[in-house]
T-cell receptor, first 116, second 117 residues
Framework: QKEVEQNSGPLSVPEGAIASLNCTYSDRGSQSFFWYRQYSGKSPELIMFIYSNGDKEDGRFTAQLNKASQYVSLLIRDSQPSDSATYLCAVNPRGYSGAGSYQLTFGKGTKLSVIP | EPEVTQTPSHQVTQMGQEVILRCVPISNHLYFYWYRQILGQKVEFLVSFYNNEISEKSEIFDDQFSVERPDGSNFTLKIRSTKLEDSAMYFC???????????????FGEGSRLTVL
């Protein structure tokens, strides 16, 4: 069974600090990886996606992927109180160039609290 | 900005009743989905729909569930005889998936909360 594991938290960081969120996955065939942010009672919102090993940066966010270790992480620099939410890691067996549906397997999420 | 819209936002029903949840995906998207999230649990894939037929479905999506695209815009999820354990937030989503259009983004609607009593 495909599993995506995340520490449930809560992870508390002071405003301006770096928040580090981690995720491991069991399906070695997974090809694409996503970080979603979910505010309480709201729908998931895509933060970043990554397909290749290494780092991918977008503003204050950096996703890191290590397929050999089956590990994905998300770093949030200069954390703001508005970043307080649950962060969901999700994986998909299909890669960037593949047509097909997004049958995503989600982790349970890590709750992040940024303290002013 | 285009968005996925869902109705109703909240539905309360009695166990054994039929429920239909409705969604309007983003107009130029090709794949449509239903995911659900039981309170405090993971977001779970139910079904994907492409070219007017089911593309993939999970083991959760049993004979009690069905999906339909009755016209050019709506996408529905029907639960024939609801059970207590069907209580969850149901998210509709859509994606553009052909190679060069593949932005990697699954666009979620705001969800329909189903409460089965």
């Amino acid at each position: 069974q495909k599993e995506v594991e995340q520490n449930s938290g809560p992870l508390s960081v002071p405003e301006g600090a770096i928040a580090s969120l981690n995720c491991t996955y069991s399906d070695r065939g997974s090809q694409s990886f996503f970080w979603y942010r979910q505010y309480s009672g709201k729908s998931p919102e895509l933060i970043m996606f990554i397909y290749s090993n290494g780092d991918k940066e977008d503003g204050r966010f950096t996703a890191q992927l290590n397929k050999a270790s089956q590990y994905v992480s998300l770093l949030i620099r200069d954390s703001q109180p508005s970043d307080s939410a649950t962060y969901l890691c999700a994986v998909n067996p299909r890669g960037y160039s593949g047509a097909g549906s997004y049958q995503l397997t989600f982790g349970k999420g890590t709750k992040l609290s940024v303290i002013p | 900005e285009p968005e996925v819209t869902q109705t109703p936002s909240h539905q309360v029903t009695q166990m054994g009743q039929e429920v239909i949840l409705r969604c309007v995906p983003i107009s130029n998207h090709l794949y449509f989905y239903w995911y659900r999230q039981i309170l405090g649990q993971k977001v779970e894939f139910l079904v994907s729909f492409y070219n007017n037929e089911i593309s993939e479905k999970s083991e959760i999506f049993d004979d009690q569930f069905s999906v339909e695209r009755p016209d050019g815009s709506n996408f529905t999820l029907k639960i024939r005889s609801t059970k207590l354990e069907d209580s969850a937030m149901y998210f509709c989503a859509s994606s553009a998936t052909w190679g060069f259009l593949n932005t990697g983004e699954l666009f979620f609607g705001e969800g329909s909360r189903l409460t089965v009593l």
